[in-house]
């Protein structure tokens, strides 16, 4: 190791990508409202169901989506209309990024030991299963890629990656930011702190949570200094545990144990104290 070469054990942060860093709802009420005709004559739901307005959606307060968005139905419905929103409606590249996002972001990698790992999930449909949504994956990815360059999160910086994964303890991170109430729980089983985004759907959520990304930056500070104290703390552990420190019986000096008590002459009461304390412990265990 050359001199003077400090630790460079990096600190990862993990961040998510819908919801958290870009306003998915907001992008998916945009296409929705713009293919309406298209998706209910798809999906049967009848056109009155769905909002002709961005301002018209119903809160969306309960997970999963579908349970708050009634149009959507269920689980399938709702992948069908967000492939179709994807692949017409290009909405994985129109979500507006969340305020203060890119900000927090410059500011944790002008510190030298922070890596950023977005980790996002993208092919959760089966085009093999779903003939008309062939083309909704390598849309999703373009998309996705295109959004990041617009919204300047550093493609290309090397402390920077992307990662397309469903499941976000999938990649190593040391502390992850995620809206979503199932990966929140999953990543925190996983023993991963993970600090909520705040939205409707996931108040129930316990635990550290923001609603603004700029609180973030500090909180990552934070939990890099613990990270490095505990680190710290294990290492001075590990000093006592070490065998290397039994040195050869050679080299082992030994230290006189007699203590020599001070005379009368320096302290003339401390003789007569212990003289007293000899005597009444003597007498006890007469
Ligand atoms: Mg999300």
Aim: glycine share 6%.
């Amino acid at each position: 190791m050359a001199a003077g070469n400090q630790s460079t054990t990096p600190f990862v942060f993990g961040v998510d990508l819908d919801s958290c860093l870009g306003d998915y709802d907001q992008a998916f009420k945009v296409a929705i409202v713009e293919l309406r005709e298209d998706l209910s004559a798809r999906t049967g739901v009848p056109l009155a169901m769905w909002p002709d307005n961005v301002d018209d959606f119903p809160p969306n307060d309960v997970w999963p989506i579908y349970e708050s968005w009634k149009f959507l139905r269920d689980d399938l419905t709702f992948k069908r209309v967000h492939a179709r929103c994807v692949i017409d409606g290009h909405m994985m590249q129109r979500m507006p990024l969340y305020a203060g996002a890119r900000e927090a972001i410059e500011t944790l990698l002008a510190i030298p030991d922070v890596e950023i790992a977005v980790v996002t999930h993208r092919a959760f449909i089966d085009e093999n299963a779903h003939p008309d949504l062939v083309g909704y994956s390598s849309a999703a990815f373009a998309q996705t890629e295109r959004w990041l360059r617009t919204a300047s999160i550093h493609v290309g910086e090397p402390r920077v990656t992307f990662h397309f994964s469903g499941k976000k303890d999938g990649v190593v991170t040391n502390l992850f930011i995620d809206d979503s109430p199932g990966n929140i729980t999953r990543l925190r089983g996983a023993g991963v702190p993970t600090i909520t985004f705040d939205q409707p759907y996931n108040q129930r959520v316990p635990g550290l949570r923001v609603s603004h990304w700029g609180e973030v930056a500090a909180i990552v500070v934070q939990r890099m200094q613990l990270l490095e104290s505990a680190r710290q703390v294990q290492a001075d552990l590990a000093l006592f545990d070490r065998p290397s420190l039994e040195l050869p019986s050679a080299q082992v000096r030994r230290i006189p144990m007699t203590v020599e008590l001070p005379g009368p002459a320096v302290l003339p009461g401390l003789a007569n104290v212990l003289a007293a304390a000899d005597a009444e412990s003597a007498a006890l265990t007469r």
